[in-house]
């Protein structure tokens, strides 16, 4: 069990190997919504030990990941800027 990098596969983000399951996304359920590390393993049908793999790897790089999240918050609010709105309230 790594954590593990490809282009392809969420944008390069760093994720538990041979899920789509991104550290970012491991972290912001534990650490932002509050759920328990087991009830997470349970819900994403990742083992404890996969858990708290991508914790320890959110811990140890947390710059990174902090970048990663400015990254794409910039890249939807661009999304958002740029998505067709119509000229008046519809009616």
Same mark, same amino acid.
């Given at each position: 069990?790594?954590?593990?990098?490809?282009?392809?596969?969420?944008? @390069?983000?760093?994720?538990?190997?041979?899920?789509?399951?991104?550290?970012?996304?491991?972290?912001?359920?534990?650490?932002?919504? @509050?759920?328990?590390?087991?009830?997470?393993?349970?819900q994403?049908?990742?083992?404890?030990?996969?858990?708290?793999?991508?914790?320890?790897?959110?811990?140890?790089?947390?710059?990174?990941?902090?970048?990663?999240?400015?990254?794409?918050?910039?890249?939807?609010?661009? @999304?958002?800027?740029?998505?067709?709105?119509?000229?008046?309230?519809?009616?």
């Amino acid at each position: 069990m790594t954590i593990t990098r490809d282009d392809d596969v969420l944008g @390069g983000e760093p994720r538990i190997d041979e899920t789509r399951i991104g550290v970012r996304h491991v972290a912001a359920r534990v650490i932002d919504t @509050g759920q328990s590390p087991a009830y997470v393993a349970d819900q994403l049908d990742l083992s404890l030990a996969e858990v708290y793999k991508a914790l320890s790897y959110y811990y140890d790089h947390v710059e990174e990941m902090r970048a990663l999240e400015r990254e794409n918050e910039d890249a939807f609010e661009r @999304g958002r800027e740029s998505s067709l709105k119509p000229k008046e309230p519809i009616q």
